[in-house]
């Protein structure tokens, strides 16, 4: 299981992953747009789904468990022993 922390932008242009950035307290995340609109988890679901997507895991492998509500969310992600070195790399793009 491997923790990544993301800011999400709901209602943008399009899905994308914009890569890391850092904010004024330090904290680095990983900064993610989606379509979707921030109500009834529509946003969160496509979170999900736009990052398993570009993991290449299923859907069912990526989960929102911290900051439901906010633009900054912690999410669970179960894969191969080598992603946490690919995850590593998104960090630093």
């Given at each position: 299981?491997?923790?990544?922390?993301?800011?999400?932008?709901?209602?943008?242009?399009?899905?994308?992953?914009?890569?890391?950035?850092?904010?004024?307290?330090?904290?680095?995340?990983?900064?993610?747009?989606?379509?979707?609109?921030?109500?009834?988890?529509?946003?969160?679901?496509?979170?999900e789904k736009l990052l398993a997507?570009?993991?290449?895991?299923?859907?069912?492998?990526?989960?929102?468990?911290?900051?439901?509500?906010n633009r900054l969310k912690g999410?669970?992600?179960?894969?191969?022993?080598?992603?946490?070195a690919v995850l590593a790399g998104?960090?630093?793009?």
């Amino acid at each position: 299981m491997h923790r990544l922390t993301v800011r999400v932008q709901p209602n943008a242009s399009a899905d994308r992953i914009e890569g890391p950035e850092t904010d004024a307290a330090g904290r680095t995340y990983l900064k993610v747009r989606v379509r979707a609109v921030p109500e009834d988890g529509k946003a969160n679901a496509a979170v999900e789904k736009l990052l398993a997507k570009h993991l290449g895991l299923p859907k069912s492998a990526v989960r929102v468990v911290t900051g439901g509500k906010n633009r900054l969310k912690g999410l669970d992600i179960d894969g191969p022993p080598d992603l946490a070195a690919v995850l590593a790399g998104m960090m630093r793009e």
